[in-house]
């Protein structure tokens, strides 16, 4: 994968801002902050050229949109994808926020069962949000968090989901693959990412709104390695503080009779499906700003 193709896996902006954001958000609405971010967008664009143009031939190309429709659909998805980024540190200092999560029982069932499960998330809308509102008493819910994370948001990720029985798993060196083996060995649940590449030269090929992506190999072999169920979660912004997330199952009972690469094919195809799904319905909360497609 090239240069022009890699994520750093970083959040922008030093902590101290993180923290002053949170404290700007503790006293002035959040309409307040998402009219500044209408003023700061375009200078984001124009410094982060790579990122828009991605994003613009993801809406020409895949979407199939015009070119003058696609430049302001580039202006509208950088002004959600910052809607979205504040709506995580509000949620940090307190504010509520409305989330219907469609097929919930999918998850609950799971949880009263024996034995661990995965979650495979993307980078569509605003997956954290489905987090405040999902967790288990029964089991205990592990997502990684990658170690280009500030340290100031995975510190308030922990105060919100050690209340929702989540851990946070942070990708830092092996150990984490240590504690993540371990998790699932004690029948606990693994959220984890499934449409980056990050770090990782193996992968798998799906089609996704009618192109060829790769997908990593990663979390579906987790699955597959250990015969595990699979539910993939997505999350949209719909309106001022509300969200709309889904969770669908992706392992059918027909998988037992595959080979491990037809398991790992039918997963990853599914969950394709399901991804494209999704953009057809939100096209402008993909929040992938590199070249996803070769």
Not at 32 to 58: C, E, R, S, T, W
Not at 59 to 67: A, H, I
Not at 230 to 239: D, E, P, Q, R
Request: net charge positive; hydrophobic share 45%.
């Amino acid at each position: 994968m090239t240069g022009e193709r890699q994520w750093s896996g970083k959040t922008d902006g030093a902590p101290w801002m993180h923290r002053a954001l949170i404290g700007l958000l503790k006293v002035f609405p959040l309409w307040a902050m998402y009219l500044l971010a209408v003023l700061v967008v375009p200078f984001y664009m124009l410094f982060n050229h790579k990122g828009y143009l991605a994003i613009y031939h993801y809406l020409r190309n895949r979407q199939g949109w015009g070119p003058l429709k696609s430049f302001l659909g580039c202006y509208a998805n950088h002004f959600l994808f910052s809607t979205s980024f504040m709506d995580r540190f509000a949620a940090f200092a307190g504010k509520k926020f409305q989330v219907d999560i469609a097929h919930t029982d999918l998850f609950f069932e799971l949880s009263e069962k024996e034995g661990g499960f995965v979650m495979l998330a993307s980078h569509v809308g605003n997956h954290e949000m489905s987090g405040y509102m999902l967790g288990s008493p029964n089991k205990r819910m592990n997502a990684i968090a990658f170690p280009g994370e500030k340290s100031s948001i995975r510190a308030n990720r922990d105060r919100i989901f050690g209340d929702k029985n989540i851990r946070l798993i942070s990708a830092d060196g092996m150990d984490w693959l240590f504690t993540l083996n371990a998790a699932l060995s004690d029948g606990e649940i693994v959220s984890i990412h499934a449409d980056r590449l990050f770090g990782s030269t193996k992968f798998l090929t799906a089609n996704i709104l009618g192109a060829d992506a790769k997908l990593p190999l990663g979390p579906f072999n987790l699955a597959v390695s250990r015969d595990l169920p699979v539910i993939a979660a997505f999350s949209v912004k719909t309106g001022y503080k509300s969200y709309r997330g889904r969770l669908v199952r992706l392992d059918t009972p027909e998988m037992a009779l595959l080979s491990k690469k037809e398991k790992l094919e039918l997963l990853s195809s599914r969950y394709a499906a399901e991804l494209t799904k999704t953009l057809r319905e939100s096209p402008l909360q993909w929040y992938n700003f590199y070249e996803f497609w070769d």
